[in-house]
Nanobody, 123 residues
């Protein structure tokens, strides 16, 4: 069974930074693309960014471009979402998800989802 487990969420001040981790089991990261999504209260789920298999291309939503970045550590089978300069637009529940075959990742259906983790931005 494929499982994804997020960690690293919590409360951070505006302008601060946070790193979310996503530990993947049941698949290797070289055979699946990883996407990050978020959902604010009363809002729909939106894509944050993703990374493909193959050439490892990365894609980001305009709202987070140049502030967030995605990376992976294949030795730990873990993907990361690095968030900097957090602002009041960014709070919500963040999810990581897996897509196969993963040669594309932006705008495609994901088969496996983590449980989500809360990110709060406040003084």
């Amino acid at each position: 069974q494929v499982q994804l487990v997020e960690s690293g969420g919590g409360l951070v001040q505006p302008g601060g930074s946070l790193r979310l981790s996503c530990v993947v089991s049941g698949r290797t990261l070289d055979s699946t693309g990883i996407g990050w999504f978020r959902q604010a209260p009363g809002k729909g789920r939106e894509g944050v960014g993703c990374i493909t298999t193959g050439d490892g291309s990365r894609y980001y939503a305009d709202a987070v471009k140049d502030r967030f970045s995605i990376s992976r550590d294949t030795s730990k089978n873990t993907a990361y979402l690095h968030m900097t300069n957090l602002n009041p637009e960014d709070p919500g529940v963040y999810y990581c998800a897996g897509i196969t075959p993963g040669y594309v990742c932006w705008g495609y259906e994901y088969q496996h989802w983590g449980q989500g983790i809360q990110v709060t931005v406040s003084n």
